[in-house]
């Protein structure tokens, strides 16, 4: 899902970059509730992206890997998941 996010990002930036018609005109679209959404689940694939990937960084350092506690860290970073999806969920809309 992310990789075809990047379409939907470089597009917006390209548009916003053009000129100033174009900067306006991404401004305008960026505020219908769609492009939210869409702005939306892109910061949330993102932010799942980073946490795993902090969570795995751990896990290379030796920490967190034995049975007992890595599906708990597995549940952790899903819990903050959520936590930072609903804060940008805030902050997009």
Do not use: C
Not at 10 to 26: D, H, M, P, V, Y
Not at 53 to 81: N, Q, R, S, W
């Amino acid at each position: 899902m992310l990789f075809f996010a990047v379409g939907f990002m470089i597009w917006a930036l390209s548009n916003s970059l053009e000129s100033r018609q174009g900067f306006e005109q991404t401004v305008a679209i960026m505020t219908h509730p769609l492009a939210k959404f869409i702005t939306w689940g892109i910061l949330s694939l993102i932010a799942y992206h980073l946490l795993a990937g902090i969570k795995h960084l751990i896990m290379d350092a030796g920490y967190l890997e034995t049975l007992e506690t890595g599906p708990v860290a597995a549940k952790v970073t899903l819990a903050l998941t959520a936590v930072v999806i609903v804060l940008l969920g805030v902050w997009v809309w």
